[in-house]
């Protein structure tokens, strides 16, 4: 029996009126193994937080690490649309993320991560936007418009969490 990841698709052309959508698929890899890192580090805060902030911890990582999961297939597809291949193996996904996102300890720290995680993803989504805007590509600027502002709401939640 082949291992699936040996009858994986070739990249192809796309002709939609994209520019360079290599390119632009590209950088949506860059955005999906970032948020999949998010994803794996909101995870990590949701099993380990611990003390007063608990709950309310716990309660928003389980919400934000579902919409992460939801992302991804998201970023994936639009990859895909653009003729390109998603990144598939773990260390594509998990180790190419460029955040810098990491494990703290204690809860405001663990959250401060988080944080700033979501405010580098929002970064990456700016720079693909104008990426897409000149690569004439409107259904990307739109996605990565809406990650950028999932990942804005993101961040200000945990940011106002963390304040006091």
């Given at each position: 029996?082949?291992?699936?990841?040996?009858?994986?698709?070739?990249?192809?052309?796309?002709n939609?009126?994209?520019?360079?959508?290599a390119?632009?698929?590209?950088?949506?890899?860059?955005?999906?193994?970032?948020?999949?890192?998010?994803?794996?580090?909101?995870?990590?805060?949701?099993?380990?937080i611990?003390?007063?902030?608990?709950?309310?911890?716990?309660?928003?990582?389980?919400?934000?690490?579902?919409?992460?999961?939801?992302?991804?297939d998201?970023?994936?597809?639009?990859?895909?649309?653009?003729?390109?291949?998603?990144p598939?193996?773990?260390?594509?996904?998990?180790?190419?993320?460029?955040?810098?996102?990491?494990?703290?300890?204690?809860?405001?720290?663990?959250?401060?991560?988080?944080?700033?995680?979501?405010e580098?993803?929002?970064?990456?989504?700016?720079?693909?936007?104008?990426?897409?805007?000149d690569s004439?590509?409107?259904?990307?600027?739109d996605?990565?418009t809406?990650?950028?502002?999932?990942?804005?709401?993101?961040?200000?939640?945990?940011?106002s969490?963390?304040?006091?």
């Amino acid at each position: 029996m082949k291992d699936i990841r040996s009858v994986a698709p070739a990249a192809t052309d796309v002709n939609t009126g994209v520019e360079a959508p290599a390119k632009v698929a590209e950088k949506l890899s860059d955005i999906l193994t970032a948020t999949y890192d998010l994803l794996i580090r909101t995870h990590e805060v949701h099993w380990n937080i611990e003390g007063p902030m608990f709950y309310g911890v716990h309660m928003l990582t389980e919400a934000q690490y579902g919409e992460l999961f939801a992302a991804t297939d998201e970023l994936a597809e639009r990859i895909r649309a653009l003729g390109q291949l998603a990144p598939t193996s773990t260390g594509a996904l998990v180790g190419g993320a460029k955040t810098g996102t990491k494990a703290s300890s204690g809860a405001a720290a663990m959250v401060k991560a988080l944080q700033e995680g979501h405010e580098a993803l929002a970064r990456l989504c700016h720079e693909c936007f104008e990426l897409a805007e000149d690569s004439r590509d409107p259904v990307t600027s739109d996605l990565v418009t809406a990650r950028s502002a999932a990942h804005e709401k993101a961040a200000w939640m945990l940011r106002s969490m963390a304040a006091g």
